[in-house]
């Protein structure tokens, strides 16, 4: 085949390509895109809240516990002899 004939099959390719499409879209329309509603909740409670007396705070969560801590020692290897 020469190049004319490749180019008649790309162009005869393409045009099904813009029928097809056209008619998806004529039988399958796209849905509207709606944006999400969203109902406002209200953040103001008529009447006082009662008030409740808390104990004091215990701080024992702040202190770590002590951790081990890991010592290495180093000791001197003998040198290697290669063949």
Known sequence: MNLRNWSI?????LANYLVFSTL???VF???PVTPP??????TFTPGAQP???VDSLTYDFLTPSPTATITGTLTAAPPTRRP
């Open 9 to 13: 099959i790309v162009v005869l390719i």
């Open 37 to 42: 509603t969203h109902a406002a909740q209200s």
């Open 51 to 53: 008030l409740q007396r």
């Open 29 to 31: 329309p796209p849905k």
């Open 24 to 26: 998806a879209v004529l």
